[in-house]
């Protein structure tokens, strides 16, 4: 069975809590990441009112095991666990493929 992580970024703020909560968990070189968080934007969507909007978009690397360790104890992976946002979902991909479909554009899969 594969498993993976979904991502919403629907709910992600951008808290950077699941790069700390992995830098956390695993031993990660510094500069270097297990997730990494990616902003892209700023998109003006309203000169008059002066409004502009960020995406944030989690990545895993190769430095990501999907929190073996963890997951075999019956725990979810650290960046999951932590993400106050709820914006990742651990599990086997035949489920998750089924709620990236669901959810949309807004949605995607990471599989490290
Ligand atoms: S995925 Fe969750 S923990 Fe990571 S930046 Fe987005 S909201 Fe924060
Ligand atoms: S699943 Fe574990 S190793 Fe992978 S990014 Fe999340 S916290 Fe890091």
New binding site residues.
Partial sequence: MINGLL?DTQ?????????I?CRNEKEIPAGQWG?K?NQVGPFCVSEEEDKFIWN?T?MVTELCDLCADRVAAGQKPA?VH????D??EYGPLSELVAKMEAKGERAYLMIP
């Fill in positions: 991502v709910y992600c703020t951008g808290c950077y809590t699941c790069e909560a997730i968080l944030y989690p960046c932590h993400c106050l946002a914006a990742l």
